[in-house]
């Protein structure tokens, strides 16, 4: 007989997020690539991989961290990524098969339990992937028991917010989506994204350092900006905006931002980001 099991609200919450980023995967590399790809080749840099290395990335959506980790432990080395999106799962095998890379395999896969043994890796990395998950310090404990002895560990987060323009124009458009969706998912992240030394400290990890910095994202006008908002982990919340209100939360959210463009239409937008690392320990 089926099982008619309730879902736990960690699992609806996990269902939700691969939801959201299958529907975003299609136009999510183009649309936010800009951003966290260099975001993740920073965090390979500040990881310190070597080649021969092999390499974690978990919650790896279309391998902002994944391709520049293949490129820095080279054809010795081995890179797996796991994310609870099929969707993006699917893109990002594509694109490393495409690139006829033989070190790489992608699958769906939950940050809490990734299904490698102990000890797999010489570095766990992930960007921007563990502060959306339900526990965040089950992820952590599970991260350092995969890394071998003197393996590294690195996250990202968002740091204070420099420009507070952007994420009010994000309030605004959550404004026209179904109560409901917007109340459930009203907080994307984690306490890992408010407190990521400490809870790298708690889960045993030894060296915990952050290094913060601010990038700066191009639009080349608000239509580019809004492709882009439709393209990340608010896309389930967006989804539920009625067809015929979605051109007035249009113009309502970009109207926020459109005091940002320069004559020419151009935006840039200024985001603070915490790039976190520590040695297994
Ligand atoms: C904002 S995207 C970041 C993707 C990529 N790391 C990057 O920097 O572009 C977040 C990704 O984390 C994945 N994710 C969230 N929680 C996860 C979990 N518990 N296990 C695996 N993947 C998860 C999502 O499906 C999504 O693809």
Request: with cysteine.
């Amino acid at each position: 007989m089926p099982s008619t099991r309730e879902q736990s609200p960690a699992e609806r919450r996990k269902a939700w997020i691969a939801r959201s980023f299958d529907l975003a995967s299609d136009s999510y590399d183009e649309a936010n690539g800009p951003f966290f790809n260099p975001v993740g080749e920073r965090l390979v840099d500040l990881a310190g991989l070597r080649p021969g290395d092999r390499v974690l990335d978990v919650g790896c959506g279309r391998g902002a961290v994944l391709f520049a980790a293949v490129a820095a432990v080279g054809p010795d080395g081995y890179v797996a990524g796991v994310d609870l999106s099929p969707a993006m799962v699917r893109r990002t095998a594509a694109q490393a098969a495409g690139a006829g890379l033989r070190n790489v395999s992608v699958r769906v896969g939950d940050a809490e339990d990734p299904g490698f043994p102990d000890g797999s890796f010489e570095a766990v990395l992930s960007s921007f992937s563990l502060v959306l998950t339900p526990d965040p310090a089950a992820a952590l404990a599970r991260a350092r028991r995969l890394l071998a002895p003197d393996g590294r560990f690195g996250t990202t987060s968002f740091g204070p917010d420099p420009e507070p323009a952007w994420r009010e124009a994000v309030r605004v458009l959550r404004g026209f989506a179904d109560p409901e969706a917007a109340g459930a998912y009203a907080r994307p992240f984690n306490a890992l994204a408010d407190d990521p030394e400490g809870m790298l400290a708690a889960a045993g990890f030894a060296g915990v350092r952050t290094v913060e910095g601010t990038t700066a994202t191009e639009f080349a006008d608000l239509d580019a900006w809004w492709r882009s908002a439709w393209a990340d982990g608010h896309r389930g919340v967006l989804e539920t905006i009625p067809p015929d209100r979605r051109e007035e939360a249009r113009r309502a959210a970009c109207a926020v931002v459109a005091p940002l463009a320069g004559p020419d239409g151009r935006l840039v937008r200024r985001t603070a980001v915490r790039w976190t690392t520590a040695r297994r320990g």
